[in-house]
T-cell receptor
């Protein structure tokens, strides 16, 4: 079974704009992680948020977690062309969703 | 710090043949994962090891897939016999602890003809 499900499936924005991606999951979690995958490359860990945290920042990334709604969001501020990638969320039992494909146009 | 190493990077085989993939995790990482990623989809967890014990293999097609992690370090994933639908990238990842950040290897791209 897959727990993390990202929304939207695809997102296209202009450089400098903000990008928001959402993740929903089905059962209780200890933590939730976000990963990025550039075309043809491996996955890179972005951020981990624990179940007792509501918000976490890392550089231009902001992650929120709402355990009552079983959802999380990833905000990328001031996007760059290099942010073009697929973004995945994963629950602590490492079930990934299909990802959000983000395209940032220069 | 060296990353997760995988080999081979690419493999092309015919259906019904056997294939094996190798993974060397980051030194000191107790947890090792194998994933299958089909084009356009997210990674699917095949098996999770904690040291040399299996934690989760619920999504591993055990009739054809097998994996081992001898001595709690390197790991091999084998497919025997391969089917066309096994064409995918096989990713290995490791983490210091079971709930921690995972570090992924570059993957092995398998094509089954």
């Amino acid at each position: 079974s897959q727990q993390g499900e990202e929304d939207p499936q695809a997102l296209s924005i202009q450089e400098g704009e903000n990008a928001t991606m959402n993740c929903s999951y089905k059962t209780s979690i200890n933590n939730l992680q976000w990963y990025r995958q550039n075309s043809g490359r491996g996955l890179v860990h972005l951020i981990l948020i624990r179940s007792n945290e509501r918000e976490k920042h890392s550089g231009r990334l902001r992650v929120t977690l709402d355990t009552s709604k079983k959802s999380s969001s990833l905000l990328i501020t001031a996007s760059r062309a290099a942010d073009t990638a697929s973004y995945f969320c994963a629950t602590n039992d490492m079930r990934f969703g299909a990802g959000t494909r983000l395209t940032v146009k220069p | 710090e060296a990353g997760v190493a995988q080999s081979p990077r690419y493999k092309i085989i015919e259906k019904r043949q056997s294939v094996a993939f190798w993974c060397n995790p980051i030194s000191g990482h107790a947890t090792l994962y194998w994933y299958q990623q089909i084009l356009g989809q997210g990674p699917k967890l095949l098996i999770q090891f904690q040291n040399n014990g299996v934690v989760d293999d619920s999504q591993l097609p055990k009739d054809r897939f097998s994996a081992e992690r001898l001595k709690g370090v390197d790991s091999t994933l084998k497919i025997q016999p391969a089917k066309l639908e096994d064409s995918a990238v096989y990713l290995c990842a490791s983490s210091l602890t079971a709930l921690g950040e995972q570090f992924f290897g570059p993957g092995t791209r398998l094509t089954v003809l």
